[in-house]
């Protein structure tokens, strides 16, 4: 009988959905450690601690609430799963991966918790890429650009560019930002309004 790999493992985790026959199985590892290695299912254990404590962002900053908020509006709130326009899973504010799956529901606590994780890339890519120094409202705007565009735009943009050369970032911000307002080649309102949003929370 051959023996499960880190990785074949590690695939318990990514699967898991509380189903029926899965709580079986934790109950059936966890009978297994507590009779074979019961320091293993303690709550001072070092994987349990580990495991429990979320990774530490690596970024200079973290988005503000004022950020957060503005994010949160122009995402938009769903409890319930529900197929994208791209046919993807998604619940929260717009959070998609392999934890989601239709049927699904969440709280809006955990809604937020969702998103402030999905932001954490994109406050890397800001901390990361931006050589000036930001204001909150600056870098929270920047991070919400990141979000909605991507972090390759942002890296190859001229956005980025004229902040790295010493321009005012709050120029550069109010006459780069409504540069993205486009979609399938045409101008969205609901982009131009969220721009906006930005420029006003970076000039604030």
């Known amino acids: 009988m051959a023996k499960l790999s880190r990785d074949e493992f590690a695939n318990f985790f990514i699967y898991f959905k509380n189903l029926p026959h899965q709580a079986e ?27 429990r404590t979320a990774p530490e962002p ?11 908020d503005l994010i949160k509006r122009w995402e938009g709130l769903r ?6 326009p791209a046919g993807v899973p998604t619940v929260g504010y717009g ?5 989601v799956w239709m ?30 120094t930001l204001t909150d409202n600056e870098y929270a705007a920047l991070v919400s650009f990141v979000f909605n565009c ?5 890296k190859s943009s001229t956005l980025l560019r004229r902040i790295n050369s010493g321009e005012n970032v709050g120029t550069v911000i109010q ?14 309102q609901g982009l131009v309004n969220r721009r906006n949003d930005e420029i006003k929370l970076a000039l604030s």
């Not at 994780?117 to 406050?123: Q, R, V």
């Not at 991507?150 to 942002?154: E, H, K, P, R």
């Open 95 to 99: 959070h998609t991966g392999e934890d």
């Open 175 to 188: 006459e780069e930002f409504p540069r993205w307002v486009y979609g399938g080649g045409q101008k969205l």
């Open 58 to 68: 690596k970024v200079q900053s973290v988005i503000n609430d004022a950020g957060v």
């Open 79 to 84: 409890l319930e799963a529900y197929l994208c």
């Open 103 to 132: 049927g699904m529901t969440i709280t809006e606590p955990e809604a937020e918790t969702l998103l402030r994780k999905d932001l954490w890339s994109s406050e890397d890519t800001v901390s990361n890429a931006v050589q000036a």
């Open 25 to 51: 199985a934790v109950k059936e590892l966890y009978d297994a450690l507590a009779a074979t290695a019961p320091s293993y299912v303690q709550d001072t254990a070092p994987w349990v601690r580990t495991y």
């Open 150 to 154: 991507g972090a390759g735009a942002f």
